[in-house]
């Protein structure tokens, strides 16, 4: 059997298969499966598909090579649907109440879109490079000065957000917020790929593994001592002597939704690592809105953690939808009014808000999906759709139909 596009990355990108799935955090078996077949695990497929996406980006690799790949990944384990059942259905007809979760598959502009609309990069995928390209609501801003302030001054801070929100985006933003400012700040972050709440599925992050990354981030060719009395009075002393030297140091740790409770309870005992008054290391945590479940007041598990942390989340576009696409299309040298017309951006907006059921008996609320990564899948598909009709805009019923 010839080896698969995303086989060929891996080989490229100079992984093993074993080493590319010790990394991504699954079995060999389930691995190669996955790279070779297109079937992922059905609990967490997006996280493993995004683990390895950033493990060859990391490595060298294309964003759009990976993109490539994963699609012919899904193609090849797509379900055959006889023609003639496919016959006769209208694009309306054939959408199911399953489809709705499509709308946030990864999409990438096809040669003909790029064309027709002038798009000489893509607008959504790797478009931050520097500080310039990072989108500011107020939301954001809020989001992000809280962050700076955690760094600067000390304090705990959790980052929530849904999938796609644009965490990451912000975490990317404050370290290199940090380098540009030359601040005498050393940021400490523990490696998560393929952390998990136990080790069923993959390996836990430990308070061990964190004392270790903080060593390794203030004093580099400190070997940390073996056993955890020794490591935890070196890490104490590290950071006193670095502090004494003019430096504050940040603990970020990302996808802290999947730590599992006992490290979220150690880090009440990291936080108050002090020299005399003085706090020596900073907290902050980014995850998903499973990590406000974690750190609610109603979990007394980690209630010490819970009466010491703020928690901001980073909400949906909302009311700032059209800023955020004019943004994004300025940057590729566009005008949102040459790639969509405002019923358009309308559409979009009702597109990804959905009823759910509310908290008393027939009530329905609306839940928005209005992230970035959801939008720019949707306004990617609707960009294909339009220029594969021979439409100069995006519209209204062409949102509709994707």
């Known amino acids: 059997m010839s080896k698969t596009a995303m086989q060929r990355l891996i080989d490229k990108a100079g992984f093993k298969q074993a080493a590319a799935a010790r990394a991504v955090g699954l079995s060999v078996g389930t691995f190669s499966k996955a790279v070779a077949l297109g079937q992922w695990p059905k609990v967490d497929a997006a996280s493993y598909q995004q683990a390895l996406r ?31 059942a496919r016959a006769g259905r209208t694009p309306s007809t054939q959408k199911s109440k399953g489809d709705a979760a499509m709308l946030l598959r990864k999409q990438a502009f096809t040669q003909e879109a790029r064309k027709a609309f002038g798009l000489t990069r893509d607008p959504f995928t790797d ?57 005498s700040m050393i940021v400490c972050e523990p490696y998560v ?6 080790d069923e599925r993959g390996r836990t992050l430990k308070a061990a593994a964190i004392a270790e990354a903080v060593i390794a981030s203030v004093a580099p060719l400190e070997k940390p001592r073996r056993s955890a009395e020794a490591r935890f009075r070196q890490l104490h002393h590290l950071l006193r002597e670095s502090y004494r030297s003019g430096n ?13 409770t006992a490290t979220l309870k150690h880090l009440k005992r990291f936080f108050e690592l002090e020299d005399g008054f003085k706090k020596l290391l900073s907290i902050i945590l980014i995850g998903q809105t499973e990590l406000r479940m ?35 299309f300025k940057r590729v040298g566009l005008q949102l009014d040459q790639v969509m017309d405002a019923g358009a951006v309308d559409a979009l907006r009702e597109k990804l808000s959905i009823a759910k059921r509310g908290t008393r008996p027939n009530q329905r609320e609306l839940h928005s999906l209005l992230y970035p990564l959801a939008v720019a899948n949707v306004t990617t598909a609707a960009i294909n759709l339009a220029a594969s009709i021979g439409a100069p805009l995006v519209t209204a019923e062409i949102i509709k139909e994707v």
């Open 294 to 328: 974690k750190l609610s007041e109603q979990n007394a598990e980690v209630r010490e953690v819970v009466q010491r942390i703020e928690i901001v989340e980073l909400p949906a576009l909302d009311n700032h939808l059209a800023d955020y696409l004019a943004f994004k």
């Open 54 to 84: 950033q493990l060859l980006i990391e490595h060298g690799m294309a964003a759009a090579d990976i993109d490539r790949a994963m699609r012919a990944l899904e193609n090849k384990n797509a379900p055959h649907t006889p023609s003639k």
């Open 127 to 183: 478009d931050v490079q520097d500080a310039a390209d990072v989108f500011t609501s107020p939301d954001v801003r809020y989001v992000r000065e809280s962050m700076w302030a955690t760094a600067r001054h000390g304090g705990m801070l959790a980052v929530v957000g849904e999938s796609g929100a644009g965490k990451s985006t912000l975490r990317r933003d404050l370290i290199d917020r940090i380098r540009r400012e030359s601040a």
């Open 193 to 198: 790929l393929g952390m998990e709440e136990n």
């Open 248 to 260: 504050r140091h940040v603990l970020v740790i990302e996808e802290a939704h999947g730590m599992p």
